[in-house]
């Protein structure tokens, strides 16, 4: 069966989308942030596209397609759109090796050097900001324990909006909790009622989030970063693109800097002046020159 399975379905007073429309919608989307629908996802394409279509009072495809390419409506509309059509799930301490090679090999590495006096971080697609929020909770009880007093910052960014307000307000339910260990949870979150809490303002001070596309990253320039945490974004990439932006964030990394990839998401990559980090249970690379 070729057609959309919601022609016919009782509930869609919407019409189905058709395998040459959604091959239009998934270009769109492939080529506006790098994210691949495969066909066997067709489903969640139509079904955020046409829940973003009854809401804006769009009756066909064709017509929201045209409407959301038009300045400036159609670039607004986009920036409530992509959030319906892009994965979102993330925890804190979602891949707590990564966490441990930075906690224990490398920033004792990087601190060893006496005229660091400061470390930037970027959570390149940080969706809600659990994952940047992870990362100052790690860098900061770190380097608390060491003598000498490093500065740090971590720069949260996505293509999500919503995502980010999430993150800005660093309100979270109590559920996630039970993610983060009781150190890091007694000293950098509180709890604001039976439902809800917070992270700690010193902390939130530490992550400044902001809407940006990873494509981007190709032509921005950038100021140059200590360590670049990029898991569970690239994924969603064609392999052909993954490559041009990991060499783009190669790039973007100081002498010395990690470079941290969730498990498998690339294959064969190389990159002159990046060395593989010896640890079978991360990917990670750490930039020598
Ligand atoms: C599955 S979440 C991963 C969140 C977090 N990195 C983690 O591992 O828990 C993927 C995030 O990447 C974001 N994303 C997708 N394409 C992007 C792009 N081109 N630029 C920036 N963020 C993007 C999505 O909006 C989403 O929030």
Redesign the pocket.
Known sequence: MTAAAGNWSPLASLPGMDDSEFERWATLLERR???VVPLKRKAFLVTSVRGRMRETGHADFAAYFRDLQKVPEGTIEWTTLV?RL??????FF?HPPSLDLIARQWLPQMTADPARSALHAW?????SG??AYTLAMVLDMHLAGRSGKTYFGVTA????LP?LAVGRAGLYPRQKLAEIAQEYRSRYCEELDADTFRIREALRKRVGFAQ????DAVSASMKRLDLIF????LI?FARERRRELLATLANLLKPGGLLVL?PGEVTQFAHARLARVDNRNVLAYRRTS
């Open positions: 942030t790098g994210v959030d892009t994965v979102h799930e993330t925890h979602r959570s390149v697609g940080c969706s659990e994952e960014t996505d293509v999500s995502a940006f596309n990873l494509l990029c898991q569970n974004v969603y969730g």
